[in-house]
């Protein structure tokens, strides 16, 4: 993505490896001089073309795991190297990328360090602290430990800058923020799914409003004063038994097991063998773990999950790799002809065979293809189970509510039949199912969304025609294609009278699409994203080609000015934020 970004600096990973005689330079600067600058920050993590591609362990033998690439922007690989840099000081990182020493940490594998914890990384919620040795400083990265805190921590892994360690012993304890009778989970701290459960909830939104405070700050490009004082984050109504979708995976059997099979030699399954993992990754691992319940799951997921499990021990045989399971939490789906026969209302996937287990009016899908049903406020929302939807329904109400209010803010006058004053048309671009589109459809007269999953939008197409008795005065129409090409389509909707909502995924959106975006001047745009660093960086260039584009005579003076930020925790115990930025053109 950066290196279609207009305004790319012409360096990058490739061209730095065809002048080895350039020096790698070091330039990002944690509050960028310059907008956008950030972006190609890749080609400063690009090794020495020199450089050897591995290093020699303790016993010296290749340590293939030390892989000098760049890591993909805005990753979170890609943020905490951002991150290592600020802490060390943009000037000794130069010093050490001019001495080739940048790859070279000072200290063994497998090294045990008493550390300080410095800080919590916001884009993985681990914590940073500075290990000295010699002159050299080096950054380790540690899960589950807190700021102020003591550790002992076990280097297993080094990467540029800094270096993986495990949590040994915490040996001095922040006992202001830990307090581990909080923790719900048996495998808290080895299972890689949740790194707050020793925090309070407070804490928790507090540490996510911070993400979002750096994010802007470091990212955006945008000078200081243009961002709004950042809300507190929105707290989930639900902070454990929230996730409806769990994705446990397992590996497949060794193959000499597989060969013996096929020989007839090895004996029949009956229990789980060792080798065999059902899970999620372990903590600074891709090996995984077994994992036999998930407190922040839904109760009809940890139903199913015991369910799910033996049917994979029992069929183990059948399988030459591994796999990832799918758990849906979903409502019962009533009969094809209670609903008319839409898409999304074929009643194959309530097949027994994919109905992994039923609790309190709830049923747990596990079929891919399946239909998974959900009620978020007044409406029904039908998907395809392996298709996007939020994973934590308690929120979506406060989610939607909050994208309404800040479309109106005199929202609170108005009732479903009532619309508020204002914008009268909403553009709900990567719309998927149609959550946002169907939510706020009863305020607007007009509702178009746009979405590359076909399937999606076969799905929101038939939302709306299941909701249709609360949509009875808005026109709501869905397209599949690229969210750029909603433009085309709206090209007569009443600019000032409309709202745009941007909800990409990780990724963020792209050039394409913000050109088109500032060229057509939505009256308010609200931009909802589950990955702020992205945001931020989108927002920057938003901010940007609307401030040049107010210079012209299409123009006319107007620019978009970030109005207001803040975090929705989507995901308790979790370091994940949901982003949610609003911007006005005035
Ligand atoms: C974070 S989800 C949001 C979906 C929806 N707004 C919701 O809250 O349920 C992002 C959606 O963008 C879709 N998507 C990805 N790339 C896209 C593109 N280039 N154009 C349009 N949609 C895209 C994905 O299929 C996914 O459904």
């Known amino acids: ?16 490896s ?49 892989q000098r690439r760049a890591p993909e922007p805005f990753s979170s690989d890609d943020i905490l190297t951002r991150e290592v840099i600020a802490l060390l ?110 925090l309070s909830y407070e804490k928790q939104l507090e540490l996510k409003r911070d993400t979002v405070i750096q994010a802007y700050k470091n990212y955006s490009g945008i000078s200081p004063d243009l961002v709004p004082t950042i809300g507190p984050t929105i707290a989930s109504p639900l902070q454990y038994g929230y996730r409806t979708k769990l994705t446990p995976h397992f590996q497949g059997p060794p193959h000499s097991l597989q060969k013996a ?57 059948k399988y030459k790799r591994g796999a990832t399971l799918l758990l849906r939490d979903s409502l019962p789906l009533p009969p094809p002809e209670a609903e008319g026969d839409g898409p999304a209302a074929d009643p194959s996937p309530s097949s027994s065979s994919s109905i992994a287990a039923e609790h309190d009016g709830h049923i747990c899908v596990t079929d891919q293809k399946g239909t998974v049903r959900e009620r978020v406020g007044d409406m029904l929302f039908q998907y395809t189970a392996g298709t996007f939807f939020q994973n934590n329904n308690s929120a979506l109400v ?56 076909a399937e999606s939008i076969r799905a929101a197409e038939h939302n709306a025609s299941l909701n249709a008795s609360s949509l009875p005065t808005s026109s709501i129409s869905f397209m599949s294609g690229d969210a750029a090409n909603i433009f085309a389509t ?27 975006m500032v060229a057509f001047g939505a009256s308010t745009v ?18 940007a080609q609307s401030a040049a584009h107010a ?4 123009g006319a003076g107007k620019r978009y000015v970030l109005e207001s930020l803040c975090g929705l925790d989507l995901f308790p115990q979790t370091a994940h934020v949901e982003a949610i930025a609003v911007l006005r053109l005035v």
């Open 1 to 16: 993505m950066a290196s279609t970004h207009p305004r790319s600096r012409s360096s990058s990973p490739a061209t730095a």
């Open 89 to 198: 000081g943009q000037d000794y990182v130069q010093s050490l990328i001019d001495q080739k020493l940048d790859w070279d940490a000072p200290f063994e594998q497998f090294a045990h360090l008493d550390l300080t914890v410095a800080c919590i990384s916001p884009s993985t919620g681990e914590s940073l602290s500075i290990a000295q040795s010699g002159d050299r400083k080096w950054v380790i990265v540690t899960p589950l430990s807190l700021p102020g805190e003591r550790i002992r921590a076990r280097v297993y892994r080094h990467a540029h800058l800094h270096s993986h360690a495990d949590l040994l012993e915490v040996l001095e304890s922040n006992s202001e923020w830990r307090d581990m009778s909080r923790v719900q989970c048996q495998y808290f701290g080895k299972c890689a799914g949740c790194q707050y459960q020793m």
């Open 18 to 66: 065809a002048h080895p005689e350039k020096k790698p330079r070091l330039d990002i600067s944690p509050e960028p001089a310059e907008p956008l600058e950030v972006q190609d920050a890749p080609a400063d993590y690009q090794a020495p073309p020199s450089a050897p591609t591995s290093k020699k362990n303790a016993k010296g033998k290749k340590n293939k795991r030390l």
């Open 551 to 554: 210079q012209t005579e299409a």
């Open 261 to 317: 099979w096929k020989r007839g030699e090895a004996p029949a399954i009956e229990d789980k063998p060792d080798w065999l993992k059902i899970g999620f990754h372990a903590v600074g691992t891709r090996n995984v773990m077994d994992i036999e319940e998930c407190p922040i799951a839904t109760p009809v997921i940890n139903k199913a999950l015991p369910v799910v499990r033996d049917t994979v021990i029992k069929n183990i045989t």
């Open 398 to 453: 406060p989610l939607t509510s909050y994208v309404r209010d800040a479309i109106f803010p005199s929202s609170s006058t108005s009732t479903p039949t009532a619309p508020a004053p204002g914008p009268t048309h909403l553009v709900d671009a990567y719309c998927g199912s149609g959550l946002f589109s169907i939510m706020l459809a009863p305020a607007f007269s007009t509702v178009a969304g746009i979405e590359l999953s």
């Open 526 to 543: 609200v931009y909802v994203s589950c990955n702020v660093h992205t945001q931020a960086r989108d927002v920057g260039m938003i901010l």
């Open 490 to 516: 709206v090209h007569d909707f009443p600019r000032a009278q409309t709202a745009l909502i941007i909800d990409p995924p990780r990724k963020g959106t792209d050039a394409r699409f913000i050109e088109q």
